[in-house]
């Protein structure tokens, strides 16, 4: 089965095609860690709403934008987007004790990438980007508050049908870690077993929000799912 082939069917509103800046956004999530993503989304909805492409920033006004708690990990969250060449520092503001940013787009961020040599995003997920219906599902495990980007990854895989040897090369892990990631993820989700796992996944049915807008999972007697903390 090729990468990019997809085992189960996808009811996503499939007469619907969903913008490729989405899609490219969700990519771009795996790349970052949950709080790295959470800020590059507040910055980059910023810099939008202004029509420019940078932006004053004080790690006060982060922490209010973007729900963080930790002056701490608003700096780190910052460092790591530098480093991964998703945001670039370009002055400070004394007066109002803030850095300046220029936020790139996901494309623009891809390209900077691809230009110094690094991968624009996760080998693992090399040919999903363009693919709609895993787009899809990438879409929607990034946006879930219960899973880490390397759970993320094991979802993937399991939907394109591999087995734990299988992702264990894909996503250079011992099987062993492989099976502890999936007892977590069955877990989450309340289910036993990976038939149950795509399926919940792939249907709405299975999936409600939550009165702060995140996703919650109802288990297998319709009861709430177990929700992990996202790290």
């Keep these: 089965m090729s ?12 007469d ?3 913008p490729k800046v989405v899609r490219r956004m969700a990519v771009l999530a795996l790349s970052h860690t949950a709080i790295e993503h959470r800020l590059y989304e507040v910055m980059h909805n910023e810099t939008l709403a202004a029509s420019r492409p940078t932006g004053s920033f004080s790690v006060r006004r982060l922490v209010g934008l973007s729900g963080l708690r930790s002056y701490g990990s608003v700096r780190r969250g910052c460092f ?6 998703s945001i670039e520092s370009i002055g400070q503001d004394d007066l109002q004790r803030s ?3 220029r936020v790139f787009s996901p494309e623009e961020i891809f390209a900077r ?11 693992e997920v090399n ?3 363009t693919n709609r219906a895993f787009g899809l599902l990438i879409q ?3 946006g879930r508050d219960d899973l880490t980007r390397r759970e993320a990854l094991v979802v993937l895989c399991c939907a394109e049908g591999l087995s734990n040897a299988e992702i264990g090369k894909r996503l250079q892990i011992r099987e062993q870690t492989v099976k502890s990631h999936l007892r977590r993820i069955f877990d989450t989700f309340g289910v036993k077993r990976r038939t149950e796992l795509v399926s919940r996944l792939l249907m709405r049915r299975g999936i409600k929000k939550t009165k702060n807008g995140h996703t919650q999972d109802r288990g297998s007697n319709g009861g709430p799912g177990l929700n992990k903390p996202l790290v």
């Design 127 to 129: 040919g999903y980007e």
């Design 99 to 101: 850095s300046q940013y």
């Design 16 to 18: 619907v095609e969903p």
């Design 140 to 142: 929607h495990l990034v």
């Design 80 to 85: 790591g987007l530098m480093q991964k060449l």
């Design 113 to 123: 990438r691809r230009a110094v040599g690094l991968l624009p995003y996760p080998e």
């Design 3 to 14: 990468q990019i082939d997809v085992p189960v069917s996808l009811p996503f509103d499939s």
